[in-house]
């Protein structure tokens, strides 16, 4: 049955519902069902749409609803095709059956558009198929993967937080469309060359979003207009961060930043990484190792250096807040088995940021603890979420040994820190840095990372791809461990290689933080507390040599300098939803070529980046897009460089000391 109702457009078949409706400007929403009552949840669409109204025909074996320059015709027996204002195809479900003879696709496979597989207990498995509709196709975003591949079409896709990788499913399309996965579940994504699907392991509806544009721009910032927009970069942002995986004392850190002070280098934010307190769950300063951090918070403050603090949700059952957590359910919960998510340093059980309580909880330790002695940043680390559940119910239940995390999780993490930073120090420029982010995690003020990813040439190749497309994904503030994490001997020369060049592209990301496990090992401070957390070598911007020093210097100084345009992106990104990183194509859509660029990006709309991502490299071949004028801008000190129009491909020089970088003039 097809009927308009509400201004929607519904179908009813047998045990299945499908509504189709208008979301915003030329967007739809369409969701499927079989169960007998409508499920409730907005998940990531939770801005209001700008109300709309929709055209909708119904006739006896179709029926159509059209917003703007999107329409969806759904036929008697329940196939979806959607197009947009010329009548172009963009999604079109692959339905392989005879309960149409009249469709030109008719056949014997019996193969369902829609297949919706019971699960005990009420859910289903549910699979979702698209014809691929052009064999050019090209797809962008989805979140952020360790692969290097930025194009996605013909990809496998796993839908699942893991460390190091963020699932975030919104996809670009090349054929001017852009769809969001509205459905949080553990899934997979394939993006075929002969049909796409989507699947959820264990869900009640489908869901998803999708909008027609004209350019990649107007298609993000239509998805940021519903699914919302980071807050304002606060100032230290903008700057340099500087992290190791551990400072073990008070007084390590302190000489660290006064060092940066000496030497005349920029520096905005220095890092407390994890175990600074006595037991996870304690959410304050280990006063054996920081003995007077209020002094510390003021002596970093008097040299405008903010410190960011790690924050576990790990909570340990010998901890002083345990059996409160315990006895006022904050915590997550099991079906069976032992009451333990995690055996590092301690049984520990995570707090269950789901619960309202619990953030408020938490949030109140944290701001008396931290906040209110002047801690502003906070770096939510997700404790190795592997594994995932991504319902409500099924994260607070776990079983085992195994924490069961979900896409709720780490929204909701931030969510905790966002809200509090808001309502008590009524701070709206909030910045959390977080492991994993899903779909709306940016309005929480989400700063998401790229994992413990390895210090190699190749895992920096994958975080090339993974910040554009995470960016494309509507995560707009991101960075990544420059040098990688795992391992990378400062005093070896092909590490220093590798990490001056992967510095040279962190001070044109949207975050820019020297972070790593530097080898060898550092001998233990005490023996209480997280002692036994020794940390690594050295990592401080000197720690390279005099060579690398001084083009880690230059680089500092530039960021420095590039601080005002910094800041515009930030505004951008805050207004509009715009990527801070973006594709060749996100600002030349009509230039073919850089649609098939994958080695070059955009700093915003004016600096064109051509990193060096291999090992001895010192020339490289750079695509000028058609449309603009450039000129060789490098680290800023290039004096009368000639003009070059674009739409051209050049051969440029890359020393050791060098990154081409272009400005668009």
Known sequence: MLLSKDDALHYTYDSEHVQIEAWGPNALRVRATK???????????????????????????????????????????????????????????????????????????????REFKPLLGGDYHLTYRLESVDKKEKIYGMGQYQQPFLDLKGLDLEMAQRNSQASVPFMLSSLGYGLLWNNPAVGRAVLGKNIMSFEAQSTKFMDYWIVAGDTPAQIVEAYADVTGKVPMMPEYGLGFWQCKLRYQTQEELLGVAREYRKRNLPLDVIVVDFFHWPKQGEWKFDPTYWE?????????????????????????????????????????RQDRGLRVSMDFQGDTVHADFTNPAARDFVWKTVKKNYYDKGVKLF?????????????????????????????????????????????????????????????????????????????SWSSFRDQFAAGLNVGIAGIPWWTTDIGGFHGGNPTHPEFRELCTRWFQYGCFCPVFRLHGHREPMQPQHGTTGGATCISGAPNEVW?????????????????????PYVRQLMTQAHEKGTPVIRTLFFEFPKDQACWDVEDQYMFGHKYLVAPVMYKGVDKKTVYLPKGATWRRFDDGEIKDAENLPGGQTIDVSCPLAVMPVFERI
């Open 292 to 332: 007077d951090p209020d002094a510390m918070i003021k002596e970093l403050q008097a040299m405008k250096v903010e410190l960011l603090v790690s924050i576990w949700p790990t909570v340990d059952k010998r901890s002083e807040n345990y059996n409160h957590m315990l006895e006022h359910g904050l915590l997550i």
């Open 35 to 113: 169960l007998h009552t409508w499920p409730s949840g907005d998940w990531a669409l939770t801005i209001a749409p700008q109300k709309s109204k929709p055209t909708i025909t119904v006739q006896d074996k179709s029926a159509e609803i059209t917003n703007g320059g999107i329409t969806a015709s759904i036929s008697s027996r329940g196939k979806i095709i959607i197009t947009n204002a010329k009548g172009e195809r963009l999604l079109e479900e692959y339905q392989r059956n005879r309960l149409d003879v009249e469709d030109p696709k008719c056949s014997a496979l019996e193969v369902e558009a």
């Open 379 to 455: 770096w939510l680390d997700e404790a190795e979420p592997e594994y995932n559940v991504y319902d409500f119910d099924l994260y607070r239940y776990h079983s085992g040994s195994v924490l069961s995390t979900g896409n709720a999780y780490p929204v909701d993490y931030a969510r905790a820190f966002y809200e509090g930073m808001v309502k008590d120090g009524k701070q709206k420029d909030v910045c959390n840095l977080i492991r994993c982010a899903w779909a709306g995690s940016q309005k929480f003020g989400t700063l998401l990372w790229s994992g413990d990813i390895a210090s």
């Open 543 to 563: 720690s390279y040599g005099e060579e690398c020093y001084e083009i880690m210097k230059k680089y500092l100084l530039l960021r420095e300098k590039l601080r």
